[in-house]
C-alpha cells in the first residue's frame, strides 16, 4: 500500500494540521518523525478547533494508531499537559492509540533552561521557542542524553542523568548560573516514569509489521523544510532535519516504505523569527496578508512575517526532499487583491540566480526578482472544485506548478477539513 510523508515547504506554519488530518481519513497510522512540541497543528474539525504540538494528528480520530517516533525528542511533562488538553475537548488518549518510541530523547527542563539563557545572552538571538528543543538534540548527538527506555529502570535513570549532569553543571557555572540538582531531577524523572512507560514500544517493529501487513502510513513532518538544520537557512533553523528524508530515519522504516512525498505550501510566504527572508513585505500588504491569514503562531502567538510567495525557495525544497505534489494552503487570503507578485529568480551582487546560496552572508544581500499576475475579487474561500473558482485564481495556481516544477496534488480555500480539492491521492496505488 502506498505510505505519504508530509512536510512543510516553507518555514513551517503552512496548514499542515488540517491536511494531514484530511489525508489520516484515508491511513491507518500516523507517524511524527522530528521536532518537538515546538510545533504547533491547528485542526478544525465539525467547528471545533484544536491546537496540537507534539501530538500526531491522527490523535483525534479514536480509530487511528499515533506514534512518536525516536527522531522526536519528547518533553513528558508538556506531553502529558496536551493530553489532557484534548481529553477535556472529548478526545481520549491512551497507549491504545498512541505508541512512542523507547529511543526518543526526553526533553528536561534543564534543556529550557540553556535555551533560555542562551536567547537571553545574545543581541542576536535565533528565536527559538525557548523549549528546550534544541539542547535536547545537542545531548542526543553527544551520547549523553536520557531516553525514554532509561526510564524502566530507576538505577538507569540515576546513572544518565549524573552522567548529563557533568556537562551542563559545568556549563552553567561557566554562565553564572545554579547548577542543576540532581536529586530532585531523578526524583521527577521517577515520578512521571510510570505514567510514561505504558505508552513506550519498539516503534520500527511496529511499524514493520503494519508495512507488512497492507497498512496505510501517514508520515507527518513539522515545522518546514526551510528550517531544516542542513539545508534550510542556517543559523536560523530548528536542531533536526525536516527534510523529508527524514520520516525514514526518525521512525525506524527504510526509504522504500516512503511511497508519496506531498509538500505543504502557503499561496504566500510567512516566517517566524529572524533570519533572511527575500520576499517579506514590510508595506500594508505584508499587514493584510497577516490580518487576513490570522498569521499568528500555534504554539508562541507570535505574529509572523508575511510576503509574496518565494517560487524560488519552494522549487529548491521540492528536489531537496523530492517532493511529488504540493498541497496548496490559504488560496483564499489573496481573495480581492487586484495584482499578486511571485519571486522567479534572486539577484545576488549583480548576479541573477535560481536558488538560495547557503552562505548567511550572501543571503543577506538577496533580492527578488517578480513576476506580476492578475488577481481576482470573486471569493475563493470555501470552494470544493475547480469550477467554483475564478479564472485568475486558476491560472495563479497553473503558474505556481510551472515555477516550483511540481503539480498541485490538493488546494486547500479555508481551514475547514472538507474545504479541500483534490487533484491527485496520494494514496493511490
Not at 521512525?251 to 505550501?265: E, H, K, N
Not at 504540493?326 to 487583491?337: C, H, N, S, W, Y
Not at 540566480?353 to 547557503?358: I, K
Request: charged share 25%.
Amino acid at each position: 500500500m502506498a505510505n505519504v510523508v508530509v512536510v512543510g515547504a516553507q518555514w513551517g506554519d503552512e496548514g499542515k494540521g488540517k491536511i494531514v488530518d484530511w489525508l489520516s481519513s484515508r491511513a491507518d497510522i500516523v507517524v511524527r518523525f522530528q521536532g518537538g512540541h515546538n510545533a504547533g497543528h491547528t485542526l478544525v474539525i465539525g467547528g471545533k478547533t484544536f491546537k496540537l504540538s507534539l501530538l500526531p494528528s491522527g490523535v483525534v480520530r479514536p480509530d487511528k494508531l499515533s506514534i512518536i517516533g525516536n527522531g522526536v525528542v519528547v518533553d513528558p511533562w508538556a506531553l502529558f499537559a496536551e493530553i489532557d488538553a484534548i481529553a477535556a475537548q472529548g478526545i481520549p488518549v491512551s497507549p491504545a492509540n498512541l505508541r512512542i518510541s523507547e529511543s526518543a530523547v526526553l526533553i528536561l527542563p534543564l534543556h529550557r533552561d540553556l535555551d533560555t539563557f542562551r536567547e537571553d545572552s545574545t543581541n542576536q538571538p535565533l528565536g527559538t521557542t525557548r523549549r528546550g528543543i534544541g539542547p535536547a538534540y545537542e545531548d542526543k548527538v553527544a551520547r549523553r542524553a536520557v531516553r525514554v527506555c532509561d526510564l524502566a529502570d530507576p538505577d538507569q535513570i540515576t546513572a544518565q542523568v549524573h552522567k548529563l549532569l557533568l556537562h551542563h553543571n559545568a556549563l552553567r557555572k561557566g554562565m553564572d548560573r545554579p547548577p542543576v540538582d540532581a536529586d530532585e531531577l531523578i526524583r521527577s524523572l521517577k515520578a512521571i516514569a510510570p505514567k510514561l512507560m505504558p505508552y513506550a514500544d519498539p516503534v520500527w517493529r511496529r511499524l514493520d509489521i503494519a508495512r507488512r501487513a497492507g497498512k496505510r502510513i501517514l508520515f507527518e513532518g513539522a515545522q518546514g523544510a526551510l528550517l531544516d538544520v542542513d539545508h534550510g537557512t542556517y543559523p536560523f533553523v530548528t536542531s533536526s532535519n525536516t527534510a523529508a528524508g527524514q520520516a525514514a530515519v526518525g521512525s525506524g522504516v527504510g526509504p522504500g516504505a516512503l511511497s508519496y512525498v506531498l509538500g505543504i505550501t502557503k499561496a504566500y510566504t510567512t516566517r517566524v523569527g529572524g533570519g533572511p527572508f527575500p520576499t517579506e513585505l514590510s508595506d500594508e500588504v505584508g499587514m493584510a496578508l497577516g490580518e487576513r491569514g490570522k498569521e499568528f503562531g500555534t504554539v508562541t502567538g507570535r505574529r509572523r512575517r508575511c510576503g509574496w510567495f518565494d517560487a524560488v525557495l519552494v522549487r529548491q525544497t521540492v528536489k531537496v526532499s523530492g517532493i511529488d505534489g504540493i498541497a496548496l494552503t490559504k488560496l483564499d487570503v489573496l481573495d480581492g487583491m487586484k495584482e499578486l507578485k511571485v519571486c522567479t529568480r534572486y539577484r545576488v551582487d549583480g548576479q541573477d540566480t535560481d536558488y538560495l546560496p547557503a552562505s548567511s552572508a550572501l543571503q543577506k544581500r538577496v533580492t527578488p526578482v517578480y513576476e506580476t499576475l492578475e488577481g481576482w475579487t470573486d471569493s475563493t474561500r470555501g470552494a470544493r472544485s475547480w469550477a467554483d473558482l475564478p479564472a485568475a485564481a486558476v491560472k495563479y495556481v497553473r503558474r505556481i506548478e510551472e515555477l516550483i516544477e511540481a503539480p498541485v496534488a490538493l488546494l486547500s480555500t479555508s481551514p475547514e477539513r472538507d474545504d479541500t480539492i483534490l487533484m491527485k491521492d496520494p494514496f493511490a496505488d
